[in-house]
């Protein structure tokens, strides 16, 4: 099975600029995590889709949003960016819980850059 | 903060060695999972253990948990070069899947 995807894989954007962020899931897999690291902050988890539906959510302001499409492809969206946006933003997939179901596959993340 | 700690932050030994790195979190949990990071890349799932475990073994991996002290260790046996790496640890947050990472232990194997 392929693994998580995610493009672009660098991404460079000034202050105030909206970027979007996919993540395609390992076939599937129907929950997707969005994840943020920073070198100050460590991982940190930004929100959960699990059928297209939004599951869990962290302490991210409202400029972070995302969603999740029909064949589990996820998007996610920061508007108005910031210089401390600037982050490693990881996605993880992983089947529904149960059984040996918990473990998260991440992909190779992507690197933004706000200038 | 809800993050969970890593012990020791930085760790440095001789490859054959062996590695251990600790791990305490604040909430109860369903499972506790193990990963490593190699320069900024993405996280590979190392090894899972549930809260009803006490031990795991896989290959040269070594878990424990003892949920009574909401903590948890990781030992890589005859330690590679190739081991270098951070290393986190990341729970559930009590079953909710909103899976949290601890501040990671950066290991450096020696050759």
């Known amino acids: 099975k392929a693994g998580v995807t995610q493009t672009p894989r660098y991404l460079i954007k000034t202050r105030g600029q909206q970027v979007t962020l996919s993540c395609s899931p390992i076939?599937?897999?129907?929950?997707v995590s969005w994840y943020q690291q920073t070198p100050g902050q460590g991982l940190q988890f930004l929100f959960e889709?699990?059928?297209?539906?939004?599951?869990n959510k962290g302490n991210f302001p409202g400029r972070f949003s995302g969603r999740q499409f029909s064949n589990s492809r996820s998007e996610m969206n920061v508007s108005t960016l910031e210089l401390g946006d600037s982050a490693l933003y990881l996605c993880?997939?992983?089947?529904?819980?149960?059984?040996?179901?918990?473990?998260?596959?991440f992909g190779p993340g992507t690197r933004l850059t706000v200038l | 903060s809800q993050q969970g700690e890593e012990d020791p932050q930085a760790l440095s030994i001789q490859e054959g060695e062996n590695a251990t790195m600790n791990c305490s979190y604040k909430?109860?949990?369903?499972?506790l999972q193990w990963y490593r990071q190699n320069s900024g890349r993405g996280l590979v799932h190392l090894i899972l253990?549930?809260?009803?475990?006490r031990e795991k073994h896989s290959g040269r991996l070594r878990v424990t948990l003892d949920t009574s002290k909401k903590s948890s260790s990781l030992l890589i046996t005859a330690s590679r070069a190739a081991d270098t790496a951070s290393y986190f640890c990341?729970?559930?947050?009590?079953?909710?899947?909103?899976?949290?990472f601890g501040t990671g232990t950066r290991l450096k194997v020696l050759a």
């Open positions: 253990i549930r809260s009803n475990e």
């Open positions: 889709y699990f059928s297209e539906t939004q599951r």
């Open positions: 993880a997939s992983r089947t529904p819980s149960g059984g040996s179901y918990n473990e998260q596959f």
């Open positions: 990341a729970t559930d947050a009590g079953g909710t899947y909103k899976y949290i």
């Open positions: 909430t109860s949990i369903n499972n």
């Open positions: 076939s599937g897999h129907r929950s």
